[in-house]
């Protein structure tokens, strides 16, 4: 097969799988870092209200693996044209090196994926979740999906996650289901109402089981994680993610034999979370209103990298 007609492939596939996203082949774009123009094989470019999320796209049509080398140039050319993913696809597959170097990457402002191409429809889709000003772009993975958000407790707003094969009644039978919320601190020091909120959490918890937990520092935020195992079975995985005005917060429920597989599910959620400014619309309903009040204070970075 020609490189032209595996690009084709490609860009079909991906019109098919993601028809709400607007596609351009053979693209040019101006680096913001080297001042040229960077050819690109595929746009893949968004609409999530005021946000314009850009994905690269490279088709690898090799003889041979990808390799780090590969990774490393294209991840500083999807920084350069001010992309928010990138992704790779290869015919022949990618080394373990280049897989690591892709998946550890979470001090750059691109989320990078090394696809095979037959693993295409495995990719996430990105969304958009909001109240009023505060919003946050996180990448739903294969196989899951998000309902609708409301503000269920004063101040808080939720969208359950749920398995794309279960309804919402029959995933809480199972006991496999997920939620993300969102918490808008409108007035205080937010990281110190987050301390407030994961103690008291972790209370809750530690009375259902035992808890594990770990940290990190992913670019402007901190994400801690927390897992409790109950005498029943079921395990609980969480992520709270803290910027400036906003804590967000992402869980699982699940079961042992499921447990490896949504642990790294629930982390991914949390690693690809961006806080960014959005504008309440006018048929914003009342609890979006709620919290348009809130102070515009958001991830600058963000805002600068937004095409």
Not at 54 to 73: I, L, Y
Not at 272 to 294: K, N, Q, T
């Amino acid at each position: 097969m020609s490189w032209q007609a595996y690009e084709e492939q490609i860009f079909r596939k991906l019109a098919s799988q993601f028809p709400d996203t607007e596609l351009v082949k053979g693209v040019h774009l101006d680096g913001r870092i080297s001042g040229i123009k960077r050819q690109v094989d595929i746009l893949a470019r968004g609409q999530l209200l005021e946000s314009r999320p850009v994905a690269v796209v490279d088709c690898k049509c090799f003889s041979r693996r990808v390799d780090v080398k590969v990774v490393e140039s294209f991840l500083g050319m999807a920084r350069d044209v001010r992309a928010h993913v990138g992704v790779i696809i290869t015919n022949i597959g990618f080394s373990k090196a280049a897989a690591a170097r892709a998946e550890n990457d979470y001090d750059r402002e691109v989320r990078l994926y090394v696809v095979d191409f037959d693993d295409l429809e495995k990719l996430p889709a990105y969304r958009l979740i909001y109240c009023g000003h505060q919003g946050v772009r996180l990448a739903i993975p294969h196989g899951w999906a998000l309902t609708e958000g409301s503000e269920r407790i004063p101040g808080i707003f939720g969208w359950d996650l749920i398995p794309v094969a279960e309804k919402r009644t029959a995933a809480y039978k199972i006991g496999r289901w997920g939620c993300i919320s969102l918490i808008p601190v409108l007035s205080g020091d937010t990281r110190q109402t987050a301390e407030a909120l994961f103690y008291r959490t972790h209370g809750v918890a530690a009375q259902k089981g035992t808890v594990a937990l770990k940290s990190e520092s992913i670019g402007a935020g901190d994400i801690t994680y927390s897992r409790v195992r109950s005498i029943s079975g079921e395990v609980e995985f969480s992520a709270m993610r803290v910027s400036p005005g906003l804590i967000v917060v992402a869980e699982i429920v699940t079961h042992e034999e499921h447990e490896e597989t949504d642990e790294t599910l629930l982390v991914e959620i949390a690693r690809s979370m961006i806080p960014l400014a959005v504008e309440a619309r006018a048929e914003s309903s009342p609890s979006e209103l709620w919290a348009a009040v809130a102070s515009k204070v958001f991830s600058e970075t963000d805002q600068e990298r937004g095409p």
